[in-house]
């Protein structure tokens, strides 16, 4: 049976249709590991900041340098870190802010049984332009936060019931 002229270039276009598809997929699926291993990473830094807290956990300054001294791959937490508030978060930059919580969830005063909760925010922008279609923007927060008890009584904290 002889072919038709006009189908000859029919399995270059479904191919080349096919193959936008799967690439698009394939940088999906590396966008979404991408971001994983970033949130893993902010999750293990801020373990290591609420573990220095539950220690020490007057000593702000302390738990964010932990944070901060806890990687440098995929994201330089030391030399993206920018003081302030989450909320106004920059891409490329990582927040931390740390807090006193009661076991109900209400703000806490430091004393020992309560928790230290540090969390950790980064900004990722995103590198394929698909994404922009499922998001406000062309970054998203990627924000993990821990807390730990606190099990030593600082000083400097006000006095506990």
């Not at 698909?130 to 008890?149: E, R, W, Y």
Request: proline residues 4%.
């Amino acid at each position: 049976m002889k072919k038709i002229n006009s189908e000859r270039g029919q399995s270059l276009v479904e191919l080349s249709i096919s193959l936008m598809v799967l690439l698009w997929l394939l940088a999906g699926a590396v966008e979404f590991g991408l971001g994983f291993f970033q949130f893993i990473q902010l999750r293990d830094a801020a373990q290591e900041g609420a573990l220095y807290g539950s220690i020490n956990p007057a000593d702000t300054s302390g738990m964010i340098d932990r944070v901060k001294a806890q990687s440098t791959s995929p994201i330089d937490l030391a030399a993206q870190y920018t003081s302030g508030a989450i909320s106004g978060i920059q891409p490329g930059e990582v927040r931390v802010e740390t807090s006193y919580v009661k076991d109900d969830g209400t703000i806490g005063t430091g004393c020992i049984t309560e928790g230290i909760e540090v969390t950790v925010a980064y900004s990722h922008k995103f590198f394929i332009p698909l994404a922009t279609l499922f998001s406000s923007g062309n970054t998203i927060t990627i924000k993990a936060s821990v807390t730990d008890t606190i099990l030593t009584k600082d000083p400097l904290i006000t006095p506990c019931p």
